[in-house]
């Protein structure tokens, strides 16, 4: 076993040992509604494990607000990457994701950090 799967295995461990339930909502946009002017989307639930932090006040910055929240999860358990146009619901609250950062060795992505917004 190389480093990556190590590593994907150790952060899948203590994400789930540390971690509670969210639910990532991916989000695919789809036909425009032209008598409304709004564009109709779909949405796909995967409830999975993450660590959820706080922003500390050295990361705020144009993007970053001081009330938004990190949210750790571990790469392996998602099929694809999220992205900014997903959302997670945490608690029954849905929040926007502002930022993703992820974490890779040697290629292999280990974890995904998010900045979500309420």
């Avoid at 494990?49 to 938004?68: F, T, Y």
């Avoid at 900014?84 to 992820?102: E, G, Y």
């Amino acid at each position: 076993m190389g480093l990556a799967q190590s590593l994907e295995k150790v952060a899948s461990n203590v994400i789930d040992a540390l971690g509670a339930d969210v639910t990532i909502r991916y989000v695919t946009a789809g036909a425009y509604d032209t008598s409304d002017g709004t564009i109709s989307e779909t949405t796909s639930d995967t409830d999975i494990k993450g660590v959820v932090e706080a922003i500390s006040q050295r990361e705020v910055n144009d993007l970053v607000q001081a009330s938004d929240k990190r949210l750790i999860v571990a790469a392996k358990e998602l099929a694809t990457a999220p992205e900014t146009k997903d959302r997670v619901v945490i608690s029954s609250v849905v929040h926007q994701i502002i930022q993703v950062q992820t974490i890779d060795q040697d290629n292999t992505a280990i974890t995904y950090e998010l900045v979500l917004r309420a």
